[in-house]
Nanobody
Framework: QVRLVESGGGSVQAGGSLRLTCVAS?????MGWFRQAPGKERERVAR????????AYADSVKGRFTISHDRAENTVYLQMSSLNSADTATYYC???????????????WGPGTQVTVSS
């Protein structure tokens, strides 16, 4: 089991930026960010393959969010820019050894960090 700890959430005005950080207790093959807004299902946001650095994004965040990682520190980041109210959600880090199209599956989850964007 991989332990994950997220940080960096908070409140920001529309158009602002935040950077989320997730530290994993050990190496994993793929890491990603998901989010869940009240009353909605959890959805994919971005993912990265640790070995290659290959990334992928949900259409809703392309061009605004950037996922990156520090392989040596087992850490993944999510730089979020041009935030809007639709980005308000609890953001969860995911990491694992099973990856489908690079997205973690059967993975560990962090406890989540809240991002609130006010207009």
């Amino acid at each position: 089991q991989v332990r994950l700890v997220e940080s960096g959430g908070g409140s920001v005005q529309a158009g602002g930026s935040l950077r989320l950080t997730c530290v994993a207790s050990r190496y994993t093959a793929c890491m990603g960010w998901f989010r869940q807004a009240p009353g909605k299902e959890r959805e994919r946001v971005a993912r990265i393959l640790v070995a290659s650095g290959s990334t992928a994004y949900a259409d809703s965040v392309k061009g605004r969010f950037t996922i990156s990682h520090d392989r040596a520190e087992n850490t993944v980041y999510l730089q979020m820019s041009s935030l809007n109210s639709a980005d308000t959600a609890t953001y969860y880090c995911a990491a694992g050894f099973s990856c489908v199209d690079g997205w973690p599956v059967r993975n560990s989850w962090g406890p989540g960090t809240q991002v609130t964007v006010s207009s």
